[in-house]
């Protein structure tokens, strides 16, 4: 499996600060998508092109995904991605054993999270949920 780690910034909430890219289909037989720490910016980018498509790949499944924290989602309160400039965020729930840990984010600081993809949300994000960091 050839990997290409790449490097990607981008200025508001959480945003990707690299990624892995996997060659070959991505998919594992446990019906969970192997797409390593895939960036908030492929996330919204592959949703924003194509949701159909980005839900058949994602939606209900386990992914990893890493960016750069600067803010938080604010009618829940959870932390926020921030993939494409002007696209969807990703927003990133965390079950309450784990929610103590998001006090600790800093602006700047990069983040990887292992969560299960909910879908895009209203035209206005992709909502994750069960996060737990990495």
Request: proline share 2%; charged share 25%.
């Amino acid at each position: 499996m050839t990997r290409l780690l790449c490097c990607a910034s981008i200025i508001v909430s959480l945003t990707a600060a690299g990624c892995d890219k996997l060659g070959g289909s991505g998919a594992t037989s446990g019906g969970s998508v192997d797409v390593g720490a895939i960036s908030a910016t492929d996330i919204s980018k592959a949703y924003m092109d194509n949701e159909t498509a980005a839900a058949a790949k994602y939606d209900g499944k386990p992914i990893k995904i890493r960016g750069t924290y600067s803010g938080v989602e604010q009618v829940r309160l959870n932390p926020k991605l921030d993939g494409v400039s002007g696209g969807l965020y990703i927003e990133c729930d965390f079950d309450d054993s784990e929610k103590a840990v998001t006090k600790t984010f800093k602006p700047g600081m990069t983040l990887t999270f292992s969560c299960k993809v909910i879908g895009e949300q209203a035209g206005r994000y992709v909502r994750l949920e069960h996060c737990k960091m990495l």
